[in-house]
């Protein structure tokens, strides 16, 4: 068995997930984990399997052949076992054009690597305008300045709200 990745975005319509899990298991893979979201219309997402080496090649000419979704499929990676901490941030303020560029600038002013990004929009009534909330899971040197991490993060704006939580691992 070989790790796989693939991502998939098209229309949303019911039983995609299905033909495409349906797929997987029929060439003997194993589906590990997943994560999906309905965007503007368009069901979008990424997968992590193993697959048998001799369905790869199978596997790729289907899921280029499917009616409805465009789907990158391409071999995993082994994961490293660098020393590495892990730590939530959590941030919550007012939407503006290019936050998500500042924080992800601020980010990587520390050397440290993103291993899961989602971020939104909502109304704020109360605000007059649109929330931004974002919550980021970071890896991170075990000698990285967390209070000066937070320090940058809410210097992109006055009205940021920064959480950040040190995961055991």
């Not at 019911?14 to 589906?31: D, I, M």
């Not at 075990?142 to 000066?148: E, G, K, M, N, T």
């Not at 937070?150 to 006055?158: D, G, K, M």
Request: proline letters at 4%.
């Amino acid at each position: 068995m070989k790790p796989m990745i693939f991502t998939l975005v098209g229309p949303d319509k019911p039983g995609l997930l299905n033909s495409v899990s349906k797929a997987v298991y029929q060439r003997g893979g194993n589906w590990l984990g997943s994560n999906f979201s309905h965007m503007a219309g368009h069901f979008a997402g990424f997968v992590h399997i193993d697959l048998p080496a001799e369905h790869h090649a199978d596997l790729l000419e289907l899921f280029s052949r499917h009616p409805d979704l465009h789907i990158h499929l391409v071999e995993g990676q082994a994961a490293t076992n660098e020393a590495m901490q892990t730590v939530e941030v959590t941030i919550t303020g007012n939407d503006k054009a290019g936050i998500v560029q500042e924080l992800t600038h601020a980010l990587n002013q520390f050397n440290l690597n993103i291993i899961k990004f989602d971020s939104n929009c909502s109304s704020a009534p109360n605000w007059g305008s649109m929330l931004f909330t974002a919550k980021a899971k970071v890896a991170v040197a075990a000698d990285v300045d967390l209070f000066a991490l937070r320090t940058a993060l809410e210097n992109i704006a006055n009205d940021l709200m920064v959480d950040l939580d040190l995961i055991e691992n």
